[in-house]
């Protein structure tokens, strides 16, 4: 999905599209085989705002995938509702001739999610992408609440704290239920 930076008017532009089932399949595809589609298209709702040259791009992309655990190895229908806020600058504005290669340039937790544009037109779709490989997860896990494994582990976990009394202490044991019994 292409957009015109020209045609935008300067604050918030709403934005919806989807992305076709096949083609959101290739790009889960891109994080191994642990995701599939199911079955529908992914939704993209954004609000586009134009701030000069800045675009800020804001809003959720929606799809339902399939997963296996990695703790249980069920099979798992969820909808990934993912939350984007990403910054689009000019790549005129990044000027690197004044960096030398001694220099370099340190990047903080806001910059990883700002993007280049070149020209009067910018693709959502690439940010979409991105931001869908960023949000899978290459281990991916059920809700606690729902895995198997995890309560099957509590269960253990209980069990082991209930321990098995120790053979040395029977005597000892033995004579004292005699004591109880006889007061």
Same mark, same amino acid.
């Given at each position: 999905?292409?957009? +015109? ?5 300067? /604050? ?12 959101? =399949?290739?790009?889960?595809? =891109?994080? &191994? #085989?642990?995701?599939?589609?199911? *079955? ?6 954004? #609000? ?10 804001? /809003? ?7 997963? !296996? ?8 229908? =969820? ?22 290669? @001694?220099? *370099? ?7 990883? &999610?700002? !993007?280049?544009?070149? *020209?009067?037109?910018? +693709?959502?779709?690439? %940010?979409?992408? @991105?931001? %869908?490989?960023? &949000? ?16 099957? $582990?509590?269960? !253990? ?14 005597? $000892?044991?033995? $004579? ?8």
């Amino acid at each position: 999905m292409k957009i +015109d930076i020209t045609q935008l008017h300067e /604050g918030a532009n709403p934005v919806t599209f989807s992305v076709p089932a096949a083609t959101f =399949e290739a790009i889960i595809k =891109e994080v &191994d #085989d642990l995701y599939e589609l199911d *079955g529908a298209d992914c939704e993209v709702a954004f #609000d586009v705002e134009r701030y000069d040259t800045t675009l800020m791009v804001k /809003g959720t992309i929606t799809a339902p995938v399939i997963f !296996s655990c990695a703790r249980c190895l069920e099979r798992n229908h =969820e909808t990934m509702q993912l939350k984007l806020s990403w910054t689009l600058l000019p790549r005129s504005a990044f000027a690197t001739s004044d960096i030398t290669e @001694e220099e *370099g340039v340190e990047l903080t937790a806001d910059d990883l &999610d700002v !993007s280049f544009y070149d *020209g009067d037109e910018v +693709d959502l779709f690439e %940010i979409v992408r @991105e931001a %869908i490989l960023l &949000d899978l997860s290459p281990v991916p896990k059920c809700l606690v609440d729902s895995c198997t494994a995890v309560e099957y $582990l509590r269960t !253990s976990a209980e069990e082991a704290e209930t321990p098995l009394p120790d053979p040395r202490w029977a005597a $000892l044991r033995a $004579l004292q239920a005699q004591t109880i019994k006889k007061n």
